[in-house]
């Protein structure tokens, strides 16, 4: 898995006025974003003591109107990245908010790209798009260390593409979720295989 080095909070002063102005209104009140979201591709990275993880989140957007795009990380969790159609963006954070300024128009598309990482708590691996049906189809892939394997409660609904062997023992679990998920629903946890 690829990862990204350490990102930028601010860039120039137009994107940082923007910025400041939407997180001046505080937690939730930026009202709605006014995009949806049409896909999310998600690779988190667990380390071998299995108390530390790393995510890189892809969320594909269709503008609606202009705005700023907002997601919910975890206040515990440091946000080292975010980019816009693989450029790095400016941001800003207040709290859980991640602020994303955005220059599309109306029915454009782009992607935004999080990288995250902190201690796991099971509802803490995803970044939520804020004020939008949080519903979309998931790629997930999540990369474990020996003796271990991703579970979720929404295991039922993903399809297993594959699991790669990677250096060291660790192992890459790939899923499909066919239909739309809720990721402010969906728990991750890490267990152990049964012994052979």
Known sequence: MRFWGRGVLLGNAAVSLRVAAALAQGAGATGATHSRVYREEIR????????????EQQ??????????????????????RVAIDGRRSSWGRAGPEVVIPQHGSVGDTLVTRVRFHGLPNGHNWFAIPRDTPDLAPLQLAVEVPPGVKPATDEMSKAVL????????????????????VALG???????RLPSP
Do not use: C, K, M
């Open 59 to 80: 969320t594909a957007w269709r503008i609606q109107a202009p705005d700023t795009l907002v997601l919910l990380v975890d206040s515990t969790l440091r946000v080292v």
């Open 44 to 55: 988190i990275a667990v380390s071998d003591s299995g108390d530390h993880f790393v995510t």
């Open 185 to 191: 629903r969906l728990r991750l946890e890490v267990a």
């Open 161 to 180: 593409e594959g699991v790669d062997s990677l250096a060291y023992g660790r192992t890459n679990w790939r899923f499909r979720f066919p239909q739309p």
